[in-house]
């Protein structure tokens, strides 16, 4: 009998619909920021359970580098560790009863193993040990593909600020125009952001460690197993951590992880970094392509269902969207770092889901963001036009500067109160207001009122922001 969720599912049900157990192919379709991303490739089903293969053969070569295990162990074990012959499905159904997939899957590989072989699969570890180090895994090579993206957005946005590094704009603050910047100083601070988030990233990236510590993280199994193999002496079971790191390429940890969750919380905190940074960088285009703004365009803006005139934003949109949600992802991660005992229960199971998450969410938005700054259209024309749109007032810090010299600060304030008054109510020009007044005579107004010439030490800032690599 099937569960009718709503009147709508009745009534599909009653047409001869019928709705689908399970989609296996987890297609994105509601999640247009990860889909079609390498980094969605590199989180995916297979993705997983092939390094949760790749931790237990390494942990097998590892023992048989010191002599723990038969290097036939090691081979056989490695060979049998490939993902296309296993069912992920019903390796996610077994692993309900365990309440972690690693223990179906410990199962299903002993026995893809020559019996011989099957004692050293999984030999002296806990479920944890796998699992935490297969995500490490995942992490890595996905940070790997994120740190690229944000290499090539960095790149592209180099080459735009140089190209605008003297193109005047309204610099805004508190939504309203503040005083002239460049355009090329905006898009240094947009790659100085990407730099930002590049170096975090890779920093926690060569930190990902493998985790290994038995039962309750004293490596009591491994020390056991070594002393029943009659070694003499037995071998150094420390050594094992930094064999089994070697394997996967991870980083040595100092000590067994299971509840001491710096790794993950130092991931989370990068990643929601990369994709705030991210999203500052969307904010601004949603801004600056707004119809009555449009002062840049996405080059490859999206359509509309009903409107057909329409090029909407639509890769700032989706680094916008990412950048909401990372947050509430990451605040979940450093909620599960409060771990109780050695091996905690809810707060690690709690991680599994929300790293990958976290993970295809910010590789998703990095490959939307390079993408959408390789295309980014500037359009000097409308920046210009919108430079004048207050009519010289934009510019009037300087004039406080100058007029402060000449009339005295308070003087110069009231003048400048009064005559943008006069410009907001009457119209015309700054300068217009001002020359009626004789103290001013002998100023080029006009020129003191030219936005284009008040942009400070935006050019120089610029290019001291792009000597960065």
């Not at 057909?308 to 909620?335: C, D, I």
């Not at 771990?339 to 809810?346: F, K, T, V, W």
């Not at 003048?415 to 300068?431: F, I, K, N, P, Y």
Request: charged content about 20%; some cysteine; overall charge negative.
């Amino acid at each position: 009998m099937s569960v009718q969720h709503d009147g709508h599912d009745a009534d599909h049900e009653a047409r001869g619909g019928a709705f689908p157990s399970y989609d296996a192919s987890d297609a994105g379709l509601l999640d247009p920021v990860r889909v079609g991303s390498a980094a969605e490739a590199a989180t995916g089903e297979t993705a997983v359970l092939q390094a949760l293969l790749d931790a237990e053969a390494a942990l097998t070569r590892a023992q048989a580098a010191l002599g723990l295990a038969p290097a036939a162990a090691a081979r056989a074990v490695t060979e049998a560790a490939r993902a296309d012959r296993f069912d992920v499905r019903e390796l996610a159904l077994r692993g309900r009863d365990g309440g972690n997939p690693v223990i179906p899957l410990v199962a299903a590989l002993t026995a893809a193993v020559p019996a011989a072989h099957a004692p050293y699969v999984h030999r002296g570890a806990t479920s944890q040990d796998v699992l935490d180090t297969a995500l490490m895994l995942v992490a890595h090579r996905t940070t790997g593909l994120v740190a690229a993206d944000l290499e090539a957005a960095a790149g592209a946005l180099e080459r735009m600020a140089r190209a605008h590094r003297d193109t005047p704009v309204a610099g805004r603050t508190l939504t309203q125009h503040a005083v002239p910047t460049t355009f090329g100083l905006k898009a240094a601070g947009w790659r100085s952001l990407a730099l930002d988030a590049r170096d975090r990233l890779l920093a926690v990236r060569d930190t990902l460690p493998a985790q290994l510590g038995g039962a309750a993280g004293t490596l009591a199994a491994f020390d056991a197993y070594a002393r029943a193999a009659d070694a003499a002496p037995p071998a150094d079971v420390l050594a094992l951590l930094g064999a089994y790191a070697g394997e996967v390429a991870l980083a040595e940890p100092e000590l067994p992880w299971h509840g001491l969750r710096t790794p993950v919380a130092d991931l989370a905190g990068a990643l929601a970094f990369t994709a705030g940074a991210l999203g500052k960088l969307a904010a601004d285009v949603l801004v600056l392509s707004r119809t009555e703004v449009g002062e840049v365009s996405e080059g490859a803006g999206g359509g509309s269902s009903a409107m057909p005139h329409k090029s909407n934003p639509v890769r700032a949109a989706l680094v916008a969207a990412a950048a909401r949600r990372a947050p509430g992802l990451a605040a979940v991660l450093y909620g599960c770092v409060a771990a109780a005992d050695e091996r905690p229960a809810g707060a690690w199971h709690a991680e599994w889901e929300t790293l990958r998450d976290l993970l295809r969410l910010v590789g998703g938005a990095a490959r939307d963001a390079a993408e959408l700054v390789a295309g980014l259209h500037v359009h000097p024309e409308r920046m210009r036009t919108n430079l004048d749109l207050t009519n010289g007032l934009v510019v009037s810090e300087r004039l406080s500067v100058v007029l402060g010299a000449r009339l005295g600060r308070s003087r110069a304030r009231q003048l400048l109160a009064e005559a943008a008054d006069t410009v907001r109510s009457a119209g015309g020009s700054l300068a217009d207001a001002l020359s009626a007044e004789p103290a001013l005579t002998g100023l080029d107004l006009a020129s003191l009122t030219d936005p284009t010439g008040y942009t400070g030490a935006a050019a120089a800032l610029t290019e001291r922001a792009l000597g960065r690599r």
